[in-house]
């Protein structure tokens, strides 16, 4: 008998699973109060974009739940709504030209008790809750507006008051205590359910995570748009966390933070209770100016296997494809492919990392995460900043890693430190600098690895601690001076044979001390974001915020020379009317203040 596929196997049982319920889900807007079909007006709801509508729609809801099930219709119009909860055998469907919003008034949403990441609490409702349901959905071509201006307006109070509290200020013009009581809601949350399918709908202004099923299984999210302001906090795209069988398809999410995430729990001291999110399909997306278009962690504490991507476009975004943990999480990535991506202007194109400076000194954390059996494949990236990091430690490595068919621009090229089994073919790096900086490396093979533009006097690879590693079939470039460098006395079995070596090149060559200092781990991209910068820091470090162009460079050192901010908090580059506009967040006399600088190095103050 021929044995199908594991993951086309999953695929099919999540078809089955999930549309079987809901196979009559492209309604016609004209048929909205036939049988089985609940309106929302004939339940008191008003869509002049003022009237409350919490408990019309819930009535709406409740009354198609208790006669079995059906269709709840949201018609054309603007509904303002505080939470609303779903029921079981309910379909949600808005049709083209409705909204609903959430309120903008916060004491709408009420705290319920919910556990999203391992760790139960309260939270304010979402917009759109379910707990414990089966057969439910939401769906159509309307639009579920989460208001989030009103609770980044309430952050960004939050945050005020914790800073002039941290630096003895007064709190005159702002409330004494913060206006945020629990955690911001999300657009949607399902909670432990059952055969789940969004489909259709577009999702915008979220207060925080736009749409995140939790413990979920069996779930279809399809053809979803997901529309967050660039400066939003916290707005991830979509979020499925220690979910089973899950499709994701078809998708649109341009956010502030990242795109699609992968996770699976954070209370590391009872990862063994955590629900792992494995079986995952994600395919023909586009994601654009996120942190990252697909982002596996770092909440991981119940593992993540079984995932494809494939088939998709990240524009913009500070990583394509980010692996990433912390030690303590006892995690586990593995089974994870990526093929026929392309990427653009990303900061880092792909990335696996332990995030390890903070918690190196717990003595409570156990370092045994693990990556394994991750492939890469088909993947073109274009004006990257790094090709590629991959930043392990001693006691959490990377192990069984696949690099096939790959194309990278980039400003900085590969680096990887910490692995075993890492095997490159069909990988072209067109990037300054060596291509490619490997340590402390067990079992390794490279074929068929290029630079086409190699930098004089520079190595395409570096190797330094390479134990066993087959290095063959390669031909540099005309130009190269020397191919291979092999730093210090460390590397043990390193076999190089039927490479085709330019004249001139000299094949391999062993020093003392690398040739350049290009592998700077993660300062050079994520500094960018995640890292609190003093202006004297960033004059002292001239490579700290490269490759931003020199005229964008000079222009910050000349509003730094002026005194006229304080600290650099972060610099984003996104693009605008096919221009690069560095948006810069910093502070001046102790408040926030953001700047803008073309790439032509004018210079705007918002």
Request: glycine content about 8%.
């Amino acid at each position: 008998m021929k044995k199908i596929p594991f993951i086309t196997a999953v695929l099919v049982l999540v078809l089955i699973n999930t549309q079987a319920f809901c196979a009559n889900t492209d309604h016609d807007p004209k048929e909205n109060d036939g049988p089985g079909v609940w309106n929302i007006s004939r339940f008191g709801a008003r869509n002049d974009g003022k009237t409350l509508n919490t408990q019309s729609i819930q009535n709406a809801i409740d009354a198609c739940a208790q006669a079995g099930g059906g269709v709840v219709f949201v018609p054309a119009g603007t509904f303002i709504s505080g939470p609303l909860f779903l029921r079981s055998n309910v379909e949600l469907y808005l049709t083209r030209g409705a909204v609903l919003k959430g309120s903008p008034n916060l004491n709408d949403y009420p705290p319920v008790d919910i556990d999203l990441q391992g760790f139960a609490g309260k939270r304010y409702a979402s917009l759109i809750t379910g707990i414990g349901l089966k057969n439910v959905s939401v769906t159509g071509d309307g639009i579920i507006d989460g208001n989030g201006d009103v609770w980044m307006k309430a952050v960004e109070v939050s945050r005020e008051i914790s800073a002039r509290k941290k630096n003895n200020q007064s709190l005159d013009g702002l409330p004494g205590v913060s206006p945020l009581k629990y955690g911001r809601p999300r657009i949607i949350n399902l909670f432990d359910c059952q055969n789940v399918l969004i489909r259709g709908v577009t999702l915008q202004n979220s207060p925080a995570w736009t749409l995140h099923p939790v413990m979920c299984d069996h779930v279809i999210i399809e053809r979803v748009t997901v529309l967050n302001p660039y400066e939003s906090y916290n707005s991830d795209g979509i979020n499925p966390t220690s979910c089973n069988d899950v499709l994701i398809t078809g998708c649109f999410v341009d956010t502030g933070d990242d795109g699609i995430t992968l996770k699976s729990g954070s209370d590391w001291k009872n990862s063994h209770l955590l629900k792992p999110c494995e079986n995952i399909v994600i395919s023909d997306c586009i994601v654009k100016h996120a942190h990252g278009g697909v982002v596996v962690g770092t909440e991981i504490a119940g593992h993540i296997r079984n995932v494809t991507i494939s088939n998709c476009v990240f524009d913009g975004t500070r990583s394509g494809i980010r692996l990433k943990t912390v030690p303590g999480m006892t995690s586990v990535i593995e089974n994870f492919r990526a093929s026929n991506i392309v990427m653009r202007r990303t900061e880092v194109a792909l990335g696996i990392r332990i995030i390890s400076e903070r918690w190196k000194q717990n003595p409570e954390f156990d370092y045994n995460a693990t990556f394994r059996n991750i492939h890469f494949s088909n993947i073109t990236a274009t004006r990257s900043r790094c090709a590629m990091m991959i930043d392990c430690i001693p006691e959490m490595q990377v192990e069984n890693l696949w690099l096939n068919d790959l194309f990278i621009e980039a400003d900085k090229g590969m680096d990887i430190q910490w692995g075993s089994q890492i095997y490159m073919s069909n990988v072209v790096v067109d990037a300054p600098g060596p291509a490619l900086v490997a340590k402390n490396i067990t079992d390794m093979e490279i074929r068929r690895f290029c630079d086409p533009n190699p930098t004089e006097h520079i190595p395409v690879i570096q190797l330094e601690n390479i134990t066993d590693a087959w290095i063959h079939s390669n031909k540099p470039a005309s130009g190269t001076d020397v191919f291979i460098e092999m730093v210090g006395h460390s590397n043990k079995s390193v076999v190089c044979s039927d490479n085709v070596i330019p004249a001139g090149t000299i094949e391999k060559v062993i020093t003392n001390q690398p040739a350049t200092n290009w592998s700077m781990g993660w300062i050079y991209p994520w500094t960018l974001t995640s890292v609190v910068t003093r202006k004297e820091a960033f004059k002292n470090t001239p490579n700290l915020y490269l490759p931003v162009p020199p005229i964008v460079r000079e222009t910050i050192d000349t509003v730094l020379d002026q005194d006229a901010i304080d600290e650099i908090t972060s610099i984003l580059r996104i693009e605008e009317n096919g221009m690069d506009i560095y948006k810069i967040d910093t502070r001046r006399n102790n408040k926030p203040c953001k700047l803008e600088i073309s790439e032509n190095g004018k210079f705007y103050e918002k």
